[in-house]
């Protein structure tokens, strides 16, 4: 069946520019997850949601970070006036409540010139 | 923040040798998870062990957890090739997986 999928895959944007990225879950998973990822580094959590709730934000680095989720489907990760040191792989999760196991998006590379 | 922290930070070996990579943590979880990373597939699930189990199986691969070391080990047995990748432990604690900054994995041929 179909996985987690995310979009674009690649952004380049200038520094001070809006971007989104849109993360589509497994369908029925009810819990999605963000987080990002520095070159050679491990996964930063940056916000969890349980339907379209946001029970945990204390992840997103800079109130420049913001994240909706609509329907208990797909959710938007959108950086305003974006910095350099934003770029970083964007990563995308989604799992239901009886699994703890994490299905992740293919990401998107972000790059903030 | 990272609890995980993953050791050796990489690690080359020969095909149809063995890997071992260690993962430490620091609070109490409910269960530890492996993934693996490349550039074809993406992040991947590879085996959870929960708090109370000490040791499972999944083909090759052999994960043990000690709860009173706060430490877990994934061996690849017979490596392959395509077994080349970044490695990484999360723990469950709650919802939330907390990462380690992973072991690049290399195996020559």
């Known amino acids: 069946g179909a996985g987690v999928s995310q979009s674009p895959s690649n952004k380049v944007t200038e520094k001070g520019k809006d971007v989104e990225l849109r993360c589509d879950p497994i369908?029925?998973?009810?819990?999605l997850y963000w987080y990002r990822q520095s070159l050679g580094q491990g996964l930063e959590f940056l916000i969890y949601f349980q339907g379209n709730s946001a029970p945990d934000k204390s992840g997103l680095p800079s109130d420049r970070f913001s994240a909706e989720r609509t329907g208990g489907s797909v959710s938007t990760l959108t950086i305003q006036r974006t910095q350099q040191e934003d770029s970083a792989v964007y990563l995308c999760?989604?799992?239901?409540?009886?699994?703890?196991?994490?299905?992740f998006g293919p990401g998107t590379r972000l790059t903030v010139l | 923040s990272q609890q995980g922290e993953e050791d050796p930070q990489a690690l080359s070996i020969q095909e149809g040798e063995n890997a071992t990579m260690n993962c430490s943590y620091k609070t109490s979880i409910n269960n530890l998870q492996w993934y693996r990373q490349n550039s074809g597939r993406g992040l991947v699930h590879l085996i959870l062990i929960r708090s109370n189990e000490r040791e499972k199986h999944s083909g090759r691969l052999r994960v043990t957890l000690d709860t009173s070391k706060k430490s877990s080990s994934l061996l690849i047995t017979a490596s392959r090739a395509a077994d080349t990748a970044s490695y990484f432990c999360a723990t469950d604690s709650n919802y939330q997986l907390i990462w380690g900054a992973g072991t690049k994995l290399i195996i020559k041929p």
């Open positions: 369908s029925g998973h009810t819990a």
């Open positions: 999760a989604s799992n239901t409540l009886a699994s703890n196991e994490q299905f």
